[in-house]
């Protein structure tokens, strides 16, 4: 089945970078679009970066744009998250996400998420 697994996450300071991971399993990696969502506290879950499956094709919230890249490699069935320049309100839970499409029906697929706070 389909699994998605991230990593990287942390507390950092202001100003500082973190790199997220997310693996794969269960399915054509590289066949498919990735993206990462997140969740601040009180806050609606908001799309923060996506990456399709075999071009170079990203879009990123308006949010991070600049300072946030999306990047994966699929011989290791994994899409990155770089996140620089962080600020306080960029804390919230990192999500990995995809999607599968069988018999005209939309199947999202989520991680456990990963947990960011920046904080001094």
């Known amino acids: 089945q389909v699994q998605l697994v991230e990593s990287g996450g942390g507390l950092v300071q202001p100003g500082g970078s973190l790199r997220l991971s997310c693996r794969g399993s269960?399915?054509?990696?590289?066949?498919?679009?990735m993206s990462w969502y997140r969740q601040a506290p009180g806050k609606e879950r908001e799309f923060v970066a996506g990456m399709s499956g075999i071009s170079d094709f990203t879009n990123y919230a308006d949010s991070v744009k600049v300072r946030f890249t999306i990047s994966r490699d699929n011989a290791k069935n994994t899409v990155y998250l770089e996140m620089n320049s962080l600020k306080p309100e960029d804390t919230a839970v990192y999500y990995c996400?995809?999607?599968?499409?069988?018999?005209?029906?939309?199947?999202?697929?989520w991680g456990q998420g990963t947990q960011v706070t920046v904080s001094s």
């Open positions: 996400y995809t999607y599968q499409v069988r018999d005209g029906l939309r199947y999202p697929y």
């Open positions: 269960g399915f054509v990696f590289k066949n498919y679009y």
